[in-house]
Every structure is written in structure tokens, then in C-alpha cells.
């Protein structure tokens, strides 16, 4: 007997999210999918007729709406670039909350999903450098130095992700986003 939706959609997708987070994109089977949602298969296809992909893409919509709110946005108001940069770093901390926080994006890459989101995700992952590079030139770097910041903050939040998914803790994230807080402090010196 099929299990009637007690949930919203957008609870649906924030609990397709967390197997997304969990397993990947290959690894996220539709008895996974379908649990967490406490929806049988075939009501889940109701939902979402393009299958996990279409899942997946309404996932990663919704991660991008949250990305936008909380990091990008704080990067584009009239405030300092000191002042932007840290309200976007205290951003991403929430962004990736949890004991363990993990990056849906890297998640959705692996397993096949690389053919299908690594274009959207590219175009997230060159907007918020440029937007942390426009921020990074209004605390005083100037703009070679302001784009190579920008990267490096990424790529050093990104990859205290992969230590907390390594090493099931929190710590290395929270340890990044000082390390660059201090960093953005030392641009005002």
C-alpha cells in the first residue's frame, strides 16, 4: 500500500538533500530516496517525474537559494569589504551547519554527477570567487591579490569540508573561517 505525503515538498527535498549529502549522486538509491521522504517510489515519481536527476536538481536548487541568502548576499550590500567578507564567512558557517558538515555539491559530483550539475556548479563556485574577489579588493588588496584570495578562501572552505567528512568533526571548517577571518583583518593593517 502506498504511503500518503505528510510532508511539504520543500521538506520532501530538504530530506532527499540529506541522502543526496550522505551518499552521492550514484550512491542515493530510490528506496533511499523514497524513505526519506516517507513516500512509496511511485509517489515520489509523482513528485518528481524526471526521476533522481530531477530530485537532484531541485536539491541543489534549493541549497542555492540558502547559498545565495546566506554567503553571496552578504558579499553585495553597501557595507565595508572588511565587513562583507566576515558577515559572508559567519554566512557560511551557518550554510554548513551541523556536527559534521558536508558540501552538497561535492556530494551531487561524485558518482556520475559530474555530467550533470558540474556546470551549474561551476558557475556558483566563479560567482562567489568573483563576488569574495570584489570584497577582497574593497579591504584593500589590490585586484590580482583580491582574485587570488578569493580562490584560495574557497578552495581552503572546501577543503576543510572534505577533513570534517574525514574526520566526522566540525573542528576543521571552524578553524578555516577564523584562519580567513584573521587573514581579511591583517588586509586593514
Known amino acids: 500500500m502506498a504511503r500518503t505525503a505528510k510532508l511539504s515538498k520543500p521538506v520532501i527535498i530538504e530530506r532527499l538533500s540529506a541522502v543526496f549529502q550522505a551518499s552521492g549522486y550514484a550512491g542515493a538509491s530510490l528506496k533511499m530516496l523514497a524513505d526519506a521522504a516517507a513516500l512509496s517510489k511511485a509517489s515520489l515519481y ?16 534549493q541549497a542555492g537559494v540558502r547559498l545565495q541568502a546566506m554567503i553571496l548576499a552578504p558579499l553585495n550590500t553597501a557595507a565595508s569589504g572588511h565587513d562583507r567578507l566576515h ?20 556530494s551531487l559530483l561524485a558518482g ?75 588586509l586593514l593593517d
Open 46 to 61: 509523482h513528485y518528481f517525474p524526471g526521476g533522481k536527476q530531477e530530485m537532484a536538481t531541485h536539491v541543489l536548487g
Open 87 to 106: 558577515q559572508s564567512l559567519d554566512g557560511t558557517a551557518r550554510y554548513y551547519s551541523g556536527a559534521v558538515p558536508v558540501c552538497l555539491m561535492n
Open 112 to 186: 556520475g554527477g559530474t555530467d550533470l550539475f558540474a556546470g551549474q556548479i561551476q558557475s556558483v563556485v566563479d560567482i562567489w570567487q568573483r563576488d569574495l574577489g570584489k570584497a577582497y579588493a574593497d579591504a584593500g588588496a589590490d585586484n590580482r591579490e583580491a582574485k587570488a584570495w578569493a580562490a584560495y578562501a574557497v578552495e581552503r572552505i572546501q577543503g576543510a569540508l572534505i577533513l570534517c567528512r574525514v574526520r566526522a568533526v566540525r573542528a576543521p571548517l571552524e578553524a578555516c573561517l577564523s584562519e580567513l577571518k584573521a587573514d581579511v583583518d591583517l
